[in-house]
Structures are given as structure tokens and as C-alpha cells.
């Protein structure tokens, strides 16, 4: 069976929807505009779906200019970005990066949106900021660049990695459980734990590190509810070195724009 990259997916907000695109342009950070805005505390920690599960709710996409947001119970947030004015300093997971705070309206917006879910872990909702991310930033390994992704510019899973899961569950699961950036067919079940280079259409992209999940995949991203699973089948035959590992995080080494339906090349086995 021939492989071929059969979908496609960015995150403008960190921890918010996904936006399934038909093609996109390959930056040295992952998709263009991935990750490029982040919800902070007033103090700069980053916003997550571990804590806020009503994060997934939110529909967010950006065009380059405008972020637009939908929300249940909310009017969409239409948003003119500004990557002018000072940077202010954030961390994601406790490293440091920089953003440009977005003003007030956006601050606001995403408050009244967050607080209207009632306490969470950690108490009542105290605020937030929304910001667009400044400078450079490394990951954690592999020599490539991120925006506020966790530590790697892109996500690679097959499709039938999540089949093979599924047969294992008694409710199968949406891809969007694991957010990845792009899903590929043709490759077998975790045919991505052995490759180490692929090119894709007329880019190449590096496999360079099993994705260890966190609970974040046990969130319905529709209706914001969380379970047990997949964490819990995933315990019984996907343990790596500590941790429940589905999917590779991969650095771009090669540029371009990629398609649905683009052919997937293995140049290099792990």
C-alpha cells in the first residue's frame, strides 16, 4: 500500500481546537501560524486543557491578519493580531519564552469564557492573557525550532496506529483525541515508531521522539468530558520509559507546502 499524508491539522491557539486543512506551509516551527497564540495566567504560566478541559471547546483559526474564536455561549472573538509592543515574558511548562500581549477585549473575552466553567483544579478562575509568540525558541531535541508548542515543531501518527488502538477499546476514538499535526496512511499500525526520515510530497520531515500522552487525550475535544481511556489501554502494551507513548514528534528538514494526499517517501529507518 502506497503512503500518503491523509490529514492535515494546525493549532493557532495553544491548547484550543484544531483546524483541519487541505494544505499548509512548512516553517522551521511546524505549520504555519501552529501554536502561534497562548492563553497565560496573569503571572505568564501557560493555560492548558490538563487544567481547563473547556479549552477544547474553543474554535479558533487565523488567517495571518485576523484570530477568530468561537466558543459555546460566547459571540466569536474577531481579533486584529499585533505582533508590535513590548515583549512580555511567559513559560510553557516552566521554560521561558516571550509573547505580545494582545490587549484587554482578548483578556476579557477568554476570562468571562474560562470563569464561566466554575472552579476547576486550582480554585476559582483568576484571568488570563492572551498572547502572540516573539523570538526563538528551541526543542528539545533534534535541532529544531518551536513557537508554544510543548517541545516539537510537528506531531506524525498513522491512521492505522489509532485503528489498532481502537479494536483495543470498548468506545473507538477520534484522531483528535491526540492532536497531531499530520496523520499518514499506508505506514501500518505504529509504522511511524520506525522510521527516522520521511519525505513528504516535497518536503522531508525527521521522526525524533516517541510523543509521551498526557491526560489531554482523555478529553473529548467536542463536548469538553473526560474519561479514563485512552490512558488506561494504552498502560497495557505502549509503556516507554516511563511513560504512554503514541505518535513521534518530528523537526522539518526540509521546507515547502504539503497537501492532502501528498506520497510519503521513507528515506531513513530507525
Avoid at 50 to 79: I, K, N, Q, Y
Avoid at 186 to 193: F, I, K, N, S
Wanted: proline share 8%; with cysteine.
Amino acid at each position: 500500500m502506497e503512503a500518503v499524508l491523509a490529514e492535515l491539522h494546525v493549532y493557532p491557539l495553544k491548547s484550543a481546537g484544531g483546524t483541519a486543512l487541505s494544505h499548509a506551509e512548512l516553517t522551521p516551527t511546524g505549520l504555519r501560524h501552529d501554536r502561534e497564540f497562548m492563553l497565560v495566567t496573569p503571572e505568564g504560566r501557560h493555560l492548558s486543557q490538563r487544567e481547563h478541559p473547556r479549552m477544547a471547546l474553543l474554535r479558533p483559526s487565523f488567517d495571518g491578519e485576523v484570530l477568530t474564536v468561537s466558543a459555546p455561549g460566547m459571540e466569536p472573538l474577531e481579533l486584529k493580531a499585533s505582533a508590535a509592543g513590548e515583549p512580555v515574558d511567559v513559560t510553557v511548562h516552566r521554560k521561558p519564552c516571550q509573547g505580545v500581549d494582545q490587549g484587554d477585549a482578548a483578556a476579557e473575552w477568554f476570562t468571562r469564557y474560562l470563569a464561566s466553567s466554575g472552579p476547576e483544579r486550582g480554585g476559582p478562575f483568576a484571568g488570563c492573557r492572551l498572547v502572540r509568540f516573539t523570538g526563538r525558541r528551541p526543542t528539545g531535541r533534534g535541532g529544531g525550532e518551536v513557537a508554544f508548542a510543548d517541545g516539537y515543531p510537528l506531531l506524525v501518527i498513522s491512521a492505522e496506529s489509532l485503528a489498532d488502538l481502537n479494536t483495543r477499546l470498548d468506545e473507538p476514538l477520534p484522531m483528535d483525541r491526540f492532536r497531531p499535526s499530520l496523520v499518514l496512511t499506508g505506514l501500518g499500525p505504529y509504522g511511524e515508531d520506525g522510521v527516522r526520515l520521511l519525505r513528504v510530497g516535497e518536503t522531508v520531515v525527521e521522526l525524533v521522539k516517541p510523543c509521551a500522552r498526557c491526560v489531554i487525550t482523555t478529553t473529548d475535544q467536542r463536548t469538553a468530558a473526560r474519561t479514563h481511556e485512552p490512558l488506561r489501554t494504552l498502560a497495557t502494551y505502549r509503556k516507554r520509559d516511563g511513560g504512554l507513548v503514541f505518535g513521534q514528534n518530528a523537526v522539518p528538514r526540509e521546507l515547502g507546502t504539503l497537501r492532502t494526499g501528498d506520497p510519503v517517501e521513507i528515506l531513513e529507518r530507525a
